[in-house]
């Protein structure tokens, strides 16, 4: 099964890639490796879902918002690459906006994770950071970036 029919199958699909808010662009391919811009967990409407973690969103919802942010990072791959059937996820850098004594980074960034795999499989499984952060821009509740590869 292609990765495009396992998103159909769970009944998901790939939102635009965003504009940048600021001075980068979206992806940067040196070679066979593409560095992805951090993405926040866009909502149908294009805002965010913001809050902090651990006081105003649970670990269940943040979880779900990086979920989302996989998505999206996965649009960006497959702007980059041209197709999933050749992107293989390499990095994976969470960051989860929490508060001071919240610790449960990597269950939140595990919706990404678990996503990429979902869709991926082996291509999916990657190396990967999840810390926690003070704040992020627009005050989302999690920003994730990635390196991928492109084969072939």
């Known amino acids: 099964m292609t990765p495009e029919e396992k998103l159909k199958q769970l009944g998901l699909s790939l939102p635009t890639v965003p504009s ?8 940067k ?3 066979d490796i593409v560095y992805l ?4 967990p866009r909502k149908a409407d294009g805002s965010y879902h913001i809050g902090k973690v ?3 969103v649970t670990v ?6 990086a979920r ?3 998505l999206g990072l996965l649009a960006a791959a497959k702007t980059a690459a041209g197709s999933l059937d050749t992107v293989e996820i ?5 960051m989860v906006n929490g508060v001071p004594e919240f610790s449960d980074q990597p269950k939140v960034i595990n919706g990404c994770s678990d996503l990429f795999v979902e869709i991926l499989g082996e291509r999916g499984r990657h190396a990967r950071s999840a810390i926690g952060m003070g704040s992020l821009p627009n005050n989302m509740t999690v920003e994730i970036e990635a390196v991928i590869r492109i084969l072939g």
């Open 68 to 70: 989302v942010t996989g």
């Open 54 to 56: 651990g006081r105003d």
């Open 90 to 94: 390499l990095k994976v850098f969470g």
């Open 60 to 65: 269940e919802e943040a979880y779900a918002h």
């Open 20 to 27: 940048p808010i600021a001075n980068y662009v979206p992806f």
């Open 29 to 31: 391919r040196a070679g």
């Open 37 to 40: 811009s951090g993405q926040g």
